[in-house]
């Protein structure tokens, strides 16, 4: 019996040696199989940048800048990015602004790093608008660029309007602080909204912090826009949506009783949806809604949302 046991066990580590052995030897095929790609990417590239393709320069740059196909070399990405950027090439201008702002390759100048970035920025790139709107907001590492609000939110905005939810969310907190713009909490929450739709964390954050603190017209805006966006699920959703409706939040009461009606709201329950129908009062179209579900209730039902309604208002 332990002879056969011994045998089992021996069996088990050898195959499970065998695939790591065979795992180790995937993996080498695909990393030479890799090599191989981005040496012949990089030969490529080296052959068309120097025919003064600055797609192919922009590219060769960052074969040296990743170490694809050649030896890492940040001087020689520099220049290949300078090459490609003084002809017009975005995305190189953004890439050399960067490595003027690190000293990567080229010796650390932020009057230089902005000079490449306004030059893409002004194209409209949004990469380096959110890099000018960095560099303003902040202090200049080197001294050379005096910290300026105004010019801060001016490529935030530039790059919001483009709908990126990083720069979103920015502007947001500039309009927060009243930082280059006059301040605004309306503002910001907007702005803090259209970033947390595109799952930006931070403005996700802020907002959960607001209405967590009984923001009523927060906690049914970031309801609502869970609803919309599908990016939690209808718990977290709800959760906000019922919070607001119990302080007499009348938009989040409408909602709210949609929510029942349509069975999204823990289950579908006209008494409730007709119940919160009621104190949401005049509000938008909330009588439409209240005669269109009386219509399908039965008399006691419409007597029990009226019960429920009065018990409502008696606790408030």
């Given at each position: 019996?332990?002879?056969?046991?011994?045998?089992?066990?021996?069996?088990?580590?050898?195959?499970?040696?065998?695939?790591?052995s065979?795992?180790?030897?995937?993996?080498?095929?695909?990393?030479?199989?890799?090599d191989?790609?981005?040496?012949?990417?990089?030969?490529?590239?080296?052959?068309?940048?120097?025919?003064?393709?600055?797609?192919?320069?922009?590219?060769?740059?960052?074969?040296?800048?990743?170490?694809?196909?050649?030896?890492?070399?940040?001087k020689?990405?520099?220049?290949?990015?300078?090459?490609?950027?003084?002809?017009?090439?975005?995305?190189?201008?953004?890439?050399?602004?960067?490595?003027?702002?690190?000293?990567?390759?080229?010796?650390?100048?932020?009057?230089?790093?902005?000079k490449?970035?306004?030059?893409?920025?002004?194209?409209?790139?949004?990469?380096?608008?959110?890099?000018?709107?960095?560099?303003?907001?902040?202090?200049?590492?080197?001294?050379?660029?005096?910290?300026?609000?105004?010019?801060?939110?001016?490529?935030?905005?530039?790059?919001?309007?483009?709908?990126?939810?990083?720069?979103?969310?920015?502007?947001?907190?500039?309009?927060?602080?009243?930082?280059?713009?006059?301040?605004?909490?309306?503002?910001?929450?907007?702005?803090?909204?259209?970033?947390?739709?595109?799952?930006?964390?931070?403005?996700?954050?802020?907002?959960?912090?607001?209405?967590?603190?009984?923001?009523?017209?927060?906690?049914?805006?970031?309801?609502?826009?869970?609803?919309?966006?599908?990016?939690?699920?209808?718990?977290?959703?709800?959760?906000?949506?019922?919070?607001?409706?119990?302080?007499?939040?009348?938009?989040?009461?409408?909602?709210?009783?949609?929510?029942?009606?349509?069975?999204?709201?823990?289950?579908?329950?006209?008494?409730?949806?007709?119940?919160?129908y009621?104190?949401?009062?005049?509000?938008?179209?909330?009588?439409s809604?209240?005669?269109?579900?009386?219509?399908?209730?039965?008399?006691?039902?419409?007597?029990?949302?009226?019960?429920?309604?009065?018990?409502?208002?008696?606790?408030?």
């Amino acid at each position: 019996m332990r002879t056969v046991i011994f045998t089992i066990v021996m069996l088990f580590l050898s195959c499970a040696g065998c695939t790591d052995s065979v795992n180790g030897d995937l993996e080498a095929t695909e990393k030479s199989s890799k090599d191989k790609e981005d040496k012949i990417a990089f030969e490529r590239n080296k052959k068309e940048a120097d025919t003064g393709l600055a797609s192919a320069q922009y590219m060769l740059g960052n074969n040296y800048l990743f170490g694809k196909g050649v030896p890492q070399d940040d001087k020689e990405a520099s220049k290949w990015f300078r090459t490609a950027a003084q002809q017009g090439h975005i995305k190189a201008q953004t890439s050399l602004g960067v490595m003027y702002a690190g000293g990567h390759g080229v010796p650390q100048d932020d009057k230089e790093a902005m000079k490449w970035y306004r030059t893409a920025a002004e194209q409209g790139d949004v990469e380096s608008q959110i890099f000018l709107g960095d560099m303003y907001s902040s202090d200049s590492s080197d001294g050379k660029v005096p910290k300026d609000y105004t010019q801060a939110s001016k490529w935030y905005r530039a790059a919001a309007e483009q709908g990126d939810a990083n720069a979103q969310y920015l502007l947001g907190v500039m309009y927060a602080k009243g930082h280059g713009v006059l301040k605004n909490n309306a503002e910001a929450l907007q702005w803090f909204y259209q970033a947390a739709a595109q799952d930006n964390f931070d403005a996700q954050f802020y907002l959960d912090k607001q209405a967590e603190q009984g923001d009523a017209s927060v906690q049914f805006n970031l309801g609502v826009m869970y609803i919309k966006t599908g990016g939690h699920n209808d718990t977290v959703a709800i959760k906000w949506i019922r919070k607001a409706a119990e302080q007499g939040y009348a938009p989040a009461q409408l909602e709210l009783g949609s929510l029942y009606e349509i069975g999204r709201a823990d289950s579908q329950n006209d008494v409730l949806a007709l119940m919160w129908y009621k104190l949401s009062a005049d509000y938008k179209d909330a009588e439409s809604h209240r005669e269109a579900i009386r219509n399908r209730m039965t008399p006691a039902q419409r007597d029990e949302a009226e019960r429920l309604a009065r018990e409502w208002k008696l606790k408030k």
